[in-house]
């Protein structure tokens, strides 16, 4: 299965209610671990969860650190970036050549390297005097 399939399926689990748009997305880890998220609304609206931080978290979750792959996807009638939150939460846990691809659910992709996503992003590098 692919990555915008696994994706695509765990995206029916969906929890959006409030906007009906449901997000899923994926990672793939260096060892081939394959791990899903969804965004997950309330109706609090800023208290929702992201597809890609949900992926982020079950991975952190299962022991796993890094990613080199990753794919999210929307019904939507261009491929769906992720959010500024969460192109930071990937910048953080992708691999130096980690590579993106935004999906729609007509099948149209966009791919692009994760290190792309945030220009100038707030890195670690910037922690070491602490």
């Known amino acids: 299965m692919s990555l915008i399939d696994a994706a695509r399926n765990v995206r029916?689990?969906?929890?959006?209610?409030?906007?009906?748009?449901?997000?899923?997305a994926a990672l793939k880890t260096a060892?081939?671990?394959?791990?899903?998220g969804v965004n997950v609304e309330n109706v609090a609206y800023?208290?929702?969860?992201?597809a890609e931080a949900?992926?982020?978290a079950a991975m952190i979750a299962a022991g796993e650190t890094e990613f080199v792959e990753a794919a999210v996807i929307a019904d939507s009638p261009k491929p769906v970036p992720?959010?500024?939150?969460?192109?930071?939460?990937l910048?953080?846990?992708a691999s130096q050549s980690a590579r993106l691809t935004?999906?729609?659910?007509?099948g149209t992709t966009q791919e692009m390297a994760v290190s792309d996503l945030l220009p100038?992003?707030?890195d670690a590098g910037y922690m070491e005097n602490t």
């Open 12 to 24: 029916e689990n969906a929890y959006a209610p409030y906007s009906n748009f449901k997000v899923g």
């Open 31 to 36: 060892s081939g671990k394959v791990f899903v």
């Open 46 to 50: 800023p208290e929702g969860t992201c």
């Open 54 to 56: 949900g992926a982020i």
């Open 82 to 89: 992720p959010c500024g939150g969460c192109r930071q939460k």
């Open 91 to 93: 910048t953080e846990f």
């Open 102 to 106: 935004m999906a729609t659910t007509a």
């Open 120 to 122: 100038g992003a707030f």
